[in-house]
Protein backbone atom coordinates (compact mmCIF):
# COMPACT_ATOMS: atom_id res chain seq x y z
CA UNK A 1 0.00 0.00 0.00
CA UNK A 2 2.52 2.87 -1.27
CA UNK A 3 1.08 5.85 -0.63
CA UNK A 4 3.02 8.66 -2.10
CA UNK A 5 1.67 11.21 -0.53
CA UNK A 6 2.78 14.53 0.84
CA UNK A 7 2.75 16.22 3.81
CA UNK A 8 -0.40 18.02 3.52
CA UNK A 9 -2.45 15.21 1.59
CA UNK A 10 -0.92 13.13 4.59
CA UNK A 11 -2.98 16.17 7.39
CA UNK A 12 -6.15 16.22 4.79
CA UNK A 13 -6.49 12.20 5.15
CA UNK A 14 -5.83 12.39 8.83
CA UNK A 15 -8.46 15.74 9.07
CA UNK A 16 -11.29 13.63 7.33
CA UNK A 17 -10.75 10.22 9.13
CA UNK A 18 -10.99 12.67 11.90
CA UNK A 19 -14.43 13.89 10.72
CA UNK A 20 -15.91 10.61 9.34
CA UNK A 21 -15.24 9.18 13.33
CA UNK A 22 -17.64 12.50 14.63
CA UNK A 23 -19.97 11.99 12.71
CA UNK A 24 -19.87 8.59 13.81
CA UNK A 25 -19.37 6.56 9.97
CA UNK A 26 -18.94 2.61 10.87
CA UNK A 27 -14.75 2.10 10.91
CA UNK A 28 -14.28 -1.43 10.00
CA UNK A 29 -11.06 -3.28 12.02
CA UNK A 30 -11.32 -6.03 9.73
CA UNK A 31 -8.89 -6.99 7.44
CA UNK A 32 -9.20 -8.69 3.58
CA UNK A 33 -6.79 -11.31 2.95
CA UNK A 34 -5.20 -9.53 -0.37
CA UNK A 35 -4.32 -6.59 2.41
CA UNK A 36 -2.40 -8.95 5.17
CA UNK A 37 -0.63 -10.23 1.56
CA UNK A 38 0.29 -6.74 0.58
CA UNK A 39 1.28 -5.59 4.19
CA UNK A 40 3.78 -9.12 4.53
CA UNK A 41 5.66 -7.23 1.70
CA UNK A 42 6.52 -3.82 4.09
CA UNK A 43 4.85 -1.33 5.76
CA UNK A 44 4.11 2.18 4.38
CA UNK A 45 2.36 4.41 7.06
CA UNK A 46 1.39 7.99 5.61
CA UNK A 47 1.68 9.56 9.09
CA UNK A 48 3.51 9.04 12.50
CA UNK A 49 1.54 9.67 15.52
CA UNK A 50 3.15 10.41 18.67
CA UNK A 51 0.43 10.00 21.47
CA UNK A 52 -0.50 9.14 24.63
CA UNK A 53 -1.22 5.65 25.98
CA UNK A 54 -4.99 6.62 27.35
CA UNK A 55 -7.25 3.72 26.08
CA UNK A 56 -9.93 6.97 24.91
CA UNK A 57 -7.11 8.23 22.76
CA UNK A 58 -6.24 5.38 19.93
CA UNK A 59 -5.34 7.08 16.51
CA UNK A 60 -6.20 4.19 14.41
CA UNK A 61 -9.58 4.79 15.66
CA UNK A 62 -9.96 8.55 16.01
CA UNK A 63 -8.32 9.30 12.54
CA UNK A 64 -10.60 6.03 11.00
CA UNK A 65 -7.27 4.68 9.76
CA UNK A 66 -6.01 1.12 8.95
CA UNK A 67 -3.46 -1.43 9.28
CA UNK A 68 -0.55 -0.03 7.68
CA UNK A 69 -1.54 3.38 7.74
CA UNK A 70 -0.25 5.11 10.71
CA UNK A 71 3.05 4.18 12.99
CA UNK A 72 1.90 4.86 16.36
CA UNK A 73 4.18 5.73 19.53
CA UNK A 74 2.13 5.68 22.59
CA UNK A 75 3.30 6.50 26.16
CA UNK A 76 1.47 8.15 28.98
CA UNK A 77 1.64 12.30 28.76
CA UNK A 78 2.76 11.80 25.34
CA UNK A 79 6.49 12.64 25.99
CA UNK A 80 9.58 12.47 24.16
CA UNK A 81 12.44 9.71 25.53
CA UNK A 82 15.73 8.73 24.36
CA UNK A 83 13.66 5.55 22.85
CA UNK A 84 10.39 7.54 21.52
CA UNK A 85 13.03 9.81 19.48
CA UNK A 86 14.88 6.70 18.11
CA UNK A 87 11.14 5.46 16.77
CA UNK A 88 10.23 8.93 15.50
CA UNK A 89 13.62 8.50 13.30
CA UNK A 90 12.80 5.41 11.68
CA UNK A 91 9.35 6.53 10.31
CA UNK A 92 10.85 9.41 8.78
CA UNK A 93 14.02 7.93 7.94
CA UNK A 94 13.05 4.18 6.58
CA UNK A 95 10.01 4.48 6.26
CA UNK A 96 9.41 7.75 4.86
CA UNK A 97 6.40 9.03 6.37
CA UNK A 98 5.64 12.79 5.31
CA UNK A 99 4.16 13.78 8.36
CA UNK A 100 4.73 13.74 12.08
CA UNK A 101 1.72 14.53 14.55
CA UNK A 102 2.26 15.41 18.70
CA UNK A 103 -1.34 14.18 19.93
CA UNK A 104 -2.01 15.48 23.29
CA UNK A 105 -5.83 15.13 24.64
CA UNK A 106 -8.60 16.83 27.10
CA UNK A 107 -8.49 15.78 30.68
CA UNK A 108 -4.56 13.88 30.54
CA UNK A 109 -3.76 11.64 33.68
CA UNK A 110 -0.04 12.45 33.23
CA UNK A 111 -0.32 15.86 32.84
CA UNK A 112 -2.52 16.23 35.74
CA UNK A 113 -0.21 14.38 37.71
CA UNK A 114 2.31 16.84 36.50
CA UNK A 115 0.27 19.96 37.82
CA UNK A 116 -0.63 18.08 41.37
CA UNK A 117 3.38 17.50 41.89
CA UNK A 118 3.30 21.54 40.52
CA UNK A 119 1.44 22.98 42.36
CA UNK A 120 0.82 20.45 45.49
CA UNK A 121 3.90 19.24 45.48
CA UNK A 122 2.88 15.71 45.09
CA UNK A 123 5.45 12.89 44.79
CA UNK A 124 4.00 10.01 42.14
CA UNK A 125 5.38 6.91 42.63
CA UNK A 126 8.81 5.94 41.43
CA UNK A 127 8.67 5.34 37.76
CA UNK A 128 5.50 7.92 37.33
CA UNK A 129 7.63 10.60 39.14
CA UNK A 130 10.24 9.68 36.63
CA UNK A 131 7.58 10.17 33.87
CA UNK A 132 6.34 13.44 35.39
CA UNK A 133 9.73 15.10 35.71
CA UNK A 134 10.11 14.64 31.71
CA UNK A 135 6.72 16.89 31.76
CA UNK A 136 7.69 19.58 34.20
CA UNK A 137 10.27 21.49 31.92
CA UNK A 138 7.40 22.00 29.29
CA UNK A 139 4.88 23.43 31.77
CA UNK A 140 7.19 26.45 32.58
CA UNK A 141 5.01 29.77 32.50
CA UNK A 142 1.60 27.97 32.83
CA UNK A 143 -0.91 30.72 34.01
CA UNK A 144 -1.17 29.40 37.94
CA UNK A 145 -4.09 31.88 37.93
CA UNK A 146 -6.25 30.03 35.81
CA UNK A 147 -9.01 27.91 37.09
CA UNK A 148 -8.37 24.12 37.50
CA UNK A 149 -10.07 22.89 34.08
CA UNK A 150 -8.85 25.74 31.89
CA UNK A 151 -4.90 25.58 33.53
CA UNK A 152 -5.20 21.79 32.64
CA UNK A 153 -5.93 22.28 28.94
CA UNK A 154 -3.40 25.26 29.02
CA UNK A 155 -0.76 22.71 29.97
CA UNK A 156 -1.67 19.70 27.71
CA UNK A 157 -1.25 22.29 25.06
CA UNK A 158 2.10 23.36 26.40
CA UNK A 159 3.12 20.03 26.91
CA UNK A 160 2.42 19.41 23.30
CA UNK A 161 4.23 22.22 21.94
CA UNK A 162 7.44 21.40 23.77
CA UNK A 163 7.70 17.97 22.61
CA UNK A 164 7.05 19.24 19.11
CA UNK A 165 9.86 21.86 19.88
CA UNK A 166 12.16 19.22 21.29
CA UNK A 167 12.17 17.98 18.31
CA UNK A 168 11.96 20.49 16.08
CA UNK A 169 14.75 21.88 17.80
CA UNK A 170 17.58 18.65 17.78
CA UNK A 171 19.98 18.40 15.20
CA UNK A 172 18.22 15.12 13.58
CA UNK A 173 14.56 17.45 13.76
CA UNK A 174 16.62 20.24 11.74
CA UNK A 175 18.23 18.30 8.89
CA UNK A 176 14.33 16.99 8.58
CA UNK A 177 12.97 20.36 8.17
CA UNK A 178 15.62 21.48 5.94
CA UNK A 179 15.03 18.60 3.86
CA UNK A 180 11.57 20.31 3.78
CA UNK A 181 9.49 17.13 2.68
CA UNK A 182 8.22 16.28 6.19
CA UNK A 183 6.10 18.28 8.87
CA UNK A 184 5.54 18.29 11.61
CA UNK A 185 2.39 19.69 13.68
CA UNK A 186 0.79 19.62 17.23
CA UNK A 187 -2.56 18.48 17.89
CA UNK A 188 -4.94 17.89 21.17
CA UNK A 189 -8.11 15.19 20.88
CA UNK A 190 -10.97 16.68 22.77
CA UNK A 191 -11.91 14.00 24.74
CA UNK A 192 -16.13 15.11 24.90
CA UNK A 193 -16.80 15.50 21.05
CA UNK A 194 -13.97 13.59 19.25
CA UNK A 195 -12.48 16.26 17.51
CA UNK A 196 -8.86 16.94 16.91
CA UNK A 197 -7.89 20.03 16.94
CA UNK A 198 -4.64 20.79 14.59
CA UNK A 199 -2.26 23.42 16.87
CA UNK A 200 -1.34 26.44 14.60
CA UNK A 201 2.57 26.35 14.45
CA UNK A 202 2.67 30.21 14.60
CA UNK A 203 1.15 30.99 17.31
CA UNK A 204 3.02 30.68 20.51
ZN1 LIG B 1 -3.03 11.19 28.52
Known amino acids: MNHNLTADEALQRLIEGNQRFQRGEPHSSGVARETLA ?12 LGCSDSRVAPETIFHA ?8 RVAGNVLSAEVAGSIQYAGAHLQTPLLVVLGHEGCGAIQAALATMYQGVHQRSRIQL ?13 AGLPPAARLAQ ?5 VRWTLRTILDSPEGRALQAEGRV ?18 PNTP
Open 38 to 49: ELAHGQHPFATI
Open 66 to 73: GLGELFVV
Open 131 to 143: LVDSILPGLEGLD
Open 155 to 159: AVEMN
Open 183 to 200: KCVGAIYEIETGRVRFLN
